[in-house]
């Protein structure tokens, strides 16, 4: 983690008991890159992937695309999971509910709140 003059403004880094290794999977670049800024200043370890690799054993939270990733698919993983969808694909938010993923948001919200939704999954 860089000095805070790096950080983007309104972007707080994390306590230490709640820096993470993020998997982010995303099929649209230029949020995808955005995510992983926004997770790296904030003092996460941040990769992004087109898709849910097979191992996630160095994984502590993945950050998924709905619109890239079934629900249910993403649901049965070890691991906490963030899902993101269009705020205009309510059937993606309905699936994303029935199959149990740790948090769904519209982009919007993920775009603007980020750090603290992260921070408050690893919270448990």
């Given amino acids: 983690m ?3 003059r790096e950080r983007p403004r309104g972007v707080p880094p994390a306590p230490l008991d709640l820096v993470a290794r993020v998997l982010a999977i995303s ?3 230029l949020l995808g890159s955005k995510v992983e800024a926004m997770l790296k200043a904030a003092g996460h370890e941040v990769t992004l992937a087109p898709s849910v690799p097979d191992d996630l054993e160095d994984v502590d939270l993945l950050v998924a695309d709905l619109d890239a990733e079934d629900p249910q698919t993403l649901a049965n993983l070890p691991i906490p999971v963030l899902g993101y969808y269009s705020h205009v694909n309510v059937g993606t938010k309905e699936a994303s509910e029935a199959a149990g ?18 921070a408050g999954l690893l919270r448990g």
């Avoid at 948001?105 to 980020?114: C, D, H, N, T």
């Fill in 2 to 4: 860089g000095p805070p």
């Fill in 27 to 29: 099929n649209d670049l």
């Fill in 101 to 118: 993923i740790a948090l769904a948001v519209p982009r919007s919200r993920l775009a603007r709140e980020l750090p603290d939704l992260v």
